[in-house]
């Protein structure tokens, strides 16, 4: 198993790629050591010390690491763990676990389906270039709420990504959209 590496705009995060699909569809996002108990390789992750953060994507897995962590003495434990994961063939996650998806409601308007569709299409595929996702969480009175996650989560960068990127593209489509918001 060969398992390459991709920096991110977000200094504190690294994106592995292990040549190999890591989820079928969806994304996973295990934030902190009690949320990565639903993944063993997560919780494998969070055994090195100064791993923060786990994200799973489709072809990738993006850590996290502390600010006072170097990125030379943690990349050869995570490749390890990563190694150790696929080829022992172990389960991604345990039974039950279900992956990060868009926030729903009852009462979901043709703005949030058009919101959701333009992040689906226009948004996610880019972010997850760059080993991480956006979801959407709400939409209040001219506000749209995402959800960052993975190396957009504490990115230097994603205020103006939110600003000028899928802010502007957001209300260019839809005119009710005043403002875009992280949650």
Not at 3 to 11: A, D, F, S, Y
Not at 21 to 32: D, L, Q, R, W
Not at 155 to 178: D, F, Q, W
Request: aromatic share 10%; hydrophobic share 40%.
């Amino acid at each position: 198993m060969f398992i390459q590496t991709e920096e991110t705009p977000n200094p504190a995060t690294l994106k592995f790629l292990p040549g190999q699909s890591v989820m079928e569809s969806g994304t996973a996002n295990f934030p902190t050591l009690e949320e990565a108990a639903a993944s063993p390789l997560a919780s494998r992750l969070y055994e090195i010390d100064g791993v923060t953060g786990a994200f799973f994507g489709a072809d990738f897995i993006t850590v996290t690491k502390a600010d006072d962590r170097d990125w030379e003495w943690l990349k050869p434990q995570v490749f390890g763990a990563i190694m150790e994961h696929f080829t022992a063939g172990a389960p991604l996650f345990i039974d039950g676990y279900t992956v990060s998806a868009h926030a729903t409601s009852n009462e979901e308007d043709e703005f949030v389906t058009q919101i959701k569709e333009l992040l689906d299409t226009r948004v996610r595929p880019a972010v997850a270039q760059d080993g991480g996702d956006i979801l959407f969480h709400s939409f209040e009175s001219g506000g749209v709420y995402l959800h960052m996650q993975g190396s957009c989560s504490g990115c230097p960068s994603s205020t103006a990504t939110l600003k000028s990127g899928i802010e502007n593209m957001l209300r260019h489509y839809i005119s009710e959209v005043i403002e875009v918001r992280p949650v």
